[in-house]
């Protein structure tokens, strides 16, 4: 079953904006209002049946009606005492210019920029000393090879010569 309606109203100029919603929540969507309008105490719920006929004939539409008639709206617009308004009499002054605030400090962003450069440094020369000492260790790795295959080498003579030996040992030994 859908909410009844109700008819709320804000003032927005010489105006009074009406709308026929569900909630205060709703009617401050329709307004297109930002605050909560009824917390400051700038919008209300309506009763009058003369005020809230055309809100409830199109609900959800923001109806405006004027709060007084041009006249009115002019007089208030005169300064009290029936002197013309400041504008005709004199220019108006010219607007202070603010001192701009102060350009945003880069210093926290250098010294991140700075950290991530000594950190890719500190990892560069660690990267070389490792290559460094990987291209030792593969000369050292060489010379071993080297010198294992050498001292294989010399063994293998050495049992090429024990073997011959013993070939001909046992040839000698088969023909006696």
């Known amino acids: ?3 009844a309606l109700k008819v709320y109203r804000t003032p927005i100029g010489f105006h009074d ?3 026929a919603a569900p909630s205060q929540k709703a009617a401050l969507e329709a307004w297109g209002a930002d605050r909560n309008l009824f917390a400051r105490g700038d919008a209300e719920l309506v009763t009058d049946p003369k005020l809230t006929k055309a809100p409830l004939a199109d609900p959800g539409k923001v109806i405006r009606v004027a709060r007084g008639s041009a006249a009115e709206h002019l007089a208030a617009a005169v300064p009290k005492g029936g002197k013309k308004a400041a ?3 004199k220019p108006a002054k010219a607007a202070r210019k603010r001192k701009p605030p102060p350009r945003p400090s880069r210093a926290r962003l250098n010294a991140a920029e700075k950290a991530i450069d000594d950190l890719r440094e500190r990892q560069r020369a660690a990267s070389e000393e ?3 000492r ?3 260790l593969e000369k050292e790795r060489r010379a071993l090879e080297k010198e294992q ?3 294989i080498a ?3 003579r050495v049992r090429d010569r024990a073997e011959a030996a013993y070939d001909r040992a046992l040839e000698k030994w088969r023909l006696t």
Do not use: I, N, T
């Open 1 to 3: 079953m859908p909410r």
């Open 17 to 19: 904006a009406y709308v």
């Open 87 to 89: 504008s005709a009499d």
């Open 130 to 132: 490792l290559r460094q």
């Open 134 to 136: 990987e291209e030792k």
């Open 149 to 151: 295959a050498g001292e």
């Open 154 to 156: 010399k063994l293998e």
